[in-house]
């Protein structure tokens, strides 16, 4: 049986001990509080991480759109040119042909201007000739001789109509050879500058085509940067999360604690009430002894008094009563 003061003792033990657990019960709980704080923060930073990882895929999915159509253009205008150029090199070969039948007609020309000595050859003329021999000879008297030489002359001047016509022919294949190589000559230079338009086209969807990619590269950069940092905040996340869970057991087995502390002081309070409650028994019990032993030794004198005569108060009468050494009345 523990003494009042080793109850006290454990008492205030025991009180102290609630006290340190509390006291950490407090601590544990204001850390999980932090940490609750702390999770919240992470939550919102990755929301935000993810929706600029969604903005960043949207830029991504535009620029690789633009990337595919210049990709297309490009090909449109190297296929352009391409054919432009194929054409080009036909347009080439035929003004090269032409030339060359130029040249042919040129010395077939110059071959029919020796022939004819170098002197001009009137088509209209020499027809007109023919005409007025033809009716001459046919209205001069006959001369067998005369009509060999008339006929031989004729025959001389129908070469030279024959070669005039001839020279015609071949001025007008000259002619229209050389129009249709002027005519050449203008469509080439068209095509070349619309090659040459090309080209510049081509080289602005080329910087165009460099710019984007170096762009979608950045883009890369940064949905990898995010999506790493996506990570690392769900892992932080989830370390967080293992960390509450990890202080609210342990706060669990503090208030465990604090109860069994609290149920072990009550015990004691219950000792000591009890304990309290026997010392005050055993101290009425005492003074009521004490006071019974008063009364009797007060009452006898009162009653040897009483016997020898003397008058008694009330209260005296009722001490003796009281004692029993009168009967109640």
Same mark, same amino acid.
């Given at each position: 049986m523990l003494s009042k003061e080793e109850l006290l003792e454990k008492?205030?033990?025991?009180?102290? #001990?609630? !006290?340190?657990?509390?006291?950490? $019960? !407090?601590? @544990? @709980?204001?850390e999980i509080n932090n940490k609750r704080t702390l999770l919240e923060e992470i939550r919102k930073e990755l929301a935000e991480v993810r929706s600029h $990882?969604?903005?960043?895929?949207?830029?991504?999915? =535009? @620029? #690789?759109?633009?990337?595919?159509?210049?990709?297309?253009?490009k090909s449109q205008i190297i296929n352009q040119i391409r054919s432009l150029r194929s054409e080009l090199l036909n347009m080439n070969i035929t003004m090269q042909k032409y030339r060359e039948k130029l040249v042919i007609y040129r010395n077939l020309l110059?071959?029919?201007?020796?022939?004819?000595g170098g002197k001009t050859?009137?088509? !209209?003329?020499l027809k007109r000739i023919i005409e007025q021999l033809e009716y001459f000879f046919e209205t001069s008297p006959t001369n067998p001789e005369w009509e060999r030489q008339f006929i031989k002359y004729i025959s001389e001047i129908e070469k030279e109509l024959n070669l005039a016509d001839s020279m015609e022919k071949i001025k007008a294949h000259i002619a229209e050879l050389k129009s249709q190589i002027d005519e050449f000559k203008s469509k080439r230079e068209a095509i070349r500058s619309e090659i040459a338009r090309l080209v510049q086209d081509l080289n602005t969807v080329k910087q165009?085509? &460099?710019q /984007?990619?170096?762009? %979608?590269?950045?883009?890369?950069?940064?949905?990898?940067?995010?999506? +790493?940092?996506? *990570?690392? /905040?769900?892992?932080? %996340? *989830?370390?967080?999360?293992?960390?509450?869970?990890?202080? &609210?057991?342990?706060? =669990?087995e503090l208030r465990e604690k604090r109860r069994a502390l609290q149920e072990e002081l009550e015990k004691?309070?219950?000792?000591?009430? &009890?304990?309290?409650?026997?010392?005050?028994?055993?101290?009425?019990? #005492?003074? #009521?002894?004490?006071?019974? *032993?008063?009364? =009797?030794? %007060?009452? +006898?004198?009162?009653?040897?008094r009483l016997l020898n005569g +003397?008058?008694? @108060?009330?209260?005296?009468?009722?001490?003796?009563?009281? &004692?029993?050494?009168?009967?109640?009345?």
């Open positions: 008492i205030r033990e025991i009180n102290s #001990r609630i !006290d340190e657990v509390q006291r950490q $019960i !407090d601590e @544990t @709980t204001s $990882i969604e903005g960043a895929r949207g830029r991504l999915q =535009k @620029t #690789r759109e633009l990337i595919s159509s210049l990709v297309e253009r110059s071959t029919i201007n020796e022939y004819a050859l009137e088509k !209209d003329k165009e085509l &460099a /984007l990619k170096a762009s %979608r590269q950045e883009v890369y950069k940064e949905l990898a940067k995010l999506k +790493e940092r996506r *990570e690392e /905040l769900k892992k932080r %996340r *989830e370390e967080i999360k293992s960390e509450i869970l990890q202080l &609210a057991l342990k706060r =669990k004691y309070n219950v000792l000591l009430k &009890a304990l309290e409650l026997a010392e005050r028994n055993k101290a009425r019990a #005492r003074a #009521r002894e004490e006071r019974v *032993e008063s009364l =009797k030794e %007060r009452a +006898e004198v009162l009653y040897n +003397e008058r008694l @108060t009330h209260d005296e009468i009722k001490i003796l009563i009281e &004692a029993g050494y009168l009967p109640e009345e």
